[in-house]
Nanobody, 115 residues
Framework: QVQLVESGGGLVQPGGSLRLSCAAS????????MGWYRQAPGKQRELVAV???????NYADSVKGRFTISRDNAKNWVYLQMNSLKPEDTAVYYC?????????WGQGTQVTVSS
């Protein structure tokens, strides 16, 4: 069982920045593929960014060049740096871990981009 706890969400003005953090349990974190997803009201959950255990990354087209995923395998953390935020980035952001064909989710953190 993997437990994930997100933090760092909040209210930010358009053009601003936020950094989301996700703390993961487990002694084999370095083998997890980690990702960030988001779900806006009335919409399906969508992929934002993923980083494999090998360090490869993939981003949604809508966030390329603005968001950066990173991880600290020594501390079991994964981060999402979000810059140049837009109102359409407003959503609940979820941390995800994929390991041994199992998928785990955090409880989510709200990000609201509004003036």
């Amino acid at each position: 069982q993997v437990q994930l706890v997100e933090s760092g969400g909040g209210l930010v003005q358009p053009g601003g920045s936020l950094r989301l953090s996700c703390a993961a349990s487990g002694s084999i974190f370095r083998f997890y593929d980690m990702g960030w997803y988001r779900q806006a009201p009335g919409k399906q959950r969508e992929l934002v960014a993923v980083m494999t255990s090998g360090g490869s990354t993939n981003y949604a087209d809508s966030v390329k060049g603005r968001f950066t995923i990173s991880r600290d395998n020594a501390k079991n953390w994964v981060y999402l740096q979000m810059n140049s935020l837009k109102p359409e980035d407003t959503a609940v952001y979820y941390c995800n871990a994929e390991v041994v064909k199992a998928s785990y989710w955090g409880q989510g953190t709200q990000v609201t981009v509004s003036s």
